[in-house]
């Protein structure tokens, strides 16, 4: 399934108090050069009030599926992975797919750079 959504970049406004609640488990691409982001993201970044990111980095083609934290921060600075979720990345070549499950609870979001 394809996401191309560009409320979920980091550098987004908060607007809206979104989440993935909802989202059906399955396989997911990020189109548009738009990758999982990898570093701890503000309070109310990606249009939510707990941003989501990947933890331990992306994998080369020749590693396969990884399983890989994602970390939800919060408004406190200091705690950057209040709450987590194990997730899959397959690096395909020229891009990556993401196993992804709901969250569970709304202001919890994957986020995109």
Known sequence: MIIDDDSRRVSST???DRCDR????????????KLM????????????DNPGWLEG???SVSEG????????GNKSPSSCCFYHTFIT????????????????????RYCTN
């Open 89 to 108: 990345v397959r690096n395909c070549g020229s891009f990556y797919v993401y196993k992804l499950k709901p969250t569970p609870a709304c202001s919890l």
């Open 22 to 33: 909802d989202l059906a488990e399955g396989w997911y691409r990020f189109i548009n050069r």
């Open 65 to 72: 599926r990884v399983t890989r934290k994602v970390c939800f």
């Open 37 to 48: 982001n990898t570093q701890c993201a503000k309070y109310h970044a990606c249009n939510t």
């Open 14 to 16: 908060h607007t809206y």
């Open 57 to 59: 980095g992306y994998p």
